[in-house]
């Protein structure tokens, strides 16, 4: 009866001993698996790019400055275009050769009175300069009377800034003739209404926009910027009347 008893707690001993290892030893040959809605991690790379193009896009906002660019549009002819960013961050962007099919040079600018578009005087617009109110200084251009060379100034540096915008931000090469950092920047979000246009964007070390290739064509600084005036002056006097359309002038038949 006694040895019966010893027995039975020697087997119990040995059991006491030998399970533990062996369920180690299964959970080592399966490992737990990695859930599958882990995010893989931002390469350090591109986040160094997203950091430093925000950063170049926020000097940019700080920039009062008159500089001008040569726009070289789709299928058009290359011209220059003025872009002034005064002290008290009121803005004017003029842009030959523009409206009514090509024959009409315009001015944009946002003041503090409005947001304003001006026809200036040219051998096929001979009346003087007037400029129309589009609305609030921080209201959008419609599109038909957008020429989009001032959003890189105005509110695509705003989305450049935005840490939390649905974009793609690598460096690219510099194109030749452009001393800065440049950087492609793609859209991540599948709507139709992007905030700004995918493309390069490229600046100096102080924030001075040296280049942009979008859908509107390319930009390129030509020569040192000018000293910034303490607020933009209107291209001419405001007038009531229809702003000045992209598209020529429909015919009146004869």
Same mark, same amino acid.
């Given at each position: 009866m006694h040895v019966h008893r010893r027995a039975g707690r020697r087997l119990a001993g040995v059991l006491a *001993? &030998? *399970? %533990?290892t062996l369920v180690a030893a299964?959970?080592?040959?399966? %490992? +737990?698996p990695t859930p599958a809605d882990r995010a893989d991690p931002v390469p350090v790379q591109v986040d160094a790019a997203r950091d430093e193009l925000a950063g170049l896009a926020a000097a940019a906002q700080d920039r009062h400055l &008159? !500089? &001008?660019?040569?726009w070289a549009p789709p299928g058009g002819s290359s011209r220059t275009v #003025?872009?002034?960013?005064a002290n008290d961050d009121s803005w004017r962007v003029d842009v030959p050769g523009w409206g009514r099919g090509g024959t009409v040079d315009v001015s944009l600018a946002g003041t503090s009175d409005g947001l304003f578009q001006c026809a200036l005087p040219s051998a096929d617009h001979p009346q003087p300069a007037g400029c129309v109110r589009l609305g609030d200084s921080d209201d959008a251009v419609p599109g038909r009377l957008d020429p989009r060379v001032q959003h890189p100034f105005t509110d695509w540096l705003e989305?450049? #800034?935005?840490? +939390?915008? !649905?974009l793609a931000v690598s460096p690219t090469t510099v194109p030749p003739g452009v001393t800065g +950092?440049?950087?492609?920047?793609?859209? #991540?979000a599948a709507s139709m209404n992007a905030p700004l246009d995918v493309g390069v964007y490229c600046?100096?070390?102080?924030? #001075? %926009?040296?280049a942009v290739r979008a859908t509107f064509g390319s930009l390129t600084l030509t020569g040192k910027p000018g000293p910034a005036p303490a607020t933009v002056e209107l291209a001419g006097a405001v007038i009531e009347g229809e702003p000045i359309g992209r598209d020529a002038p429909t015919p009146e038949p004869s």
């Open positions: *001993l &030998t *399970l %533990p299964c959970v080592a040959d399966h %490992p +737990r &008159t !500089a &001008t660019y040569a #003025t872009w002034i960013s989305v450049l #800034t935005d840490r +939390r915008a !649905a +950092r440049c950087y492609a920047v793609d859209s #991540t600046f100096g070390e102080d924030g #001075t %926009p040296v």
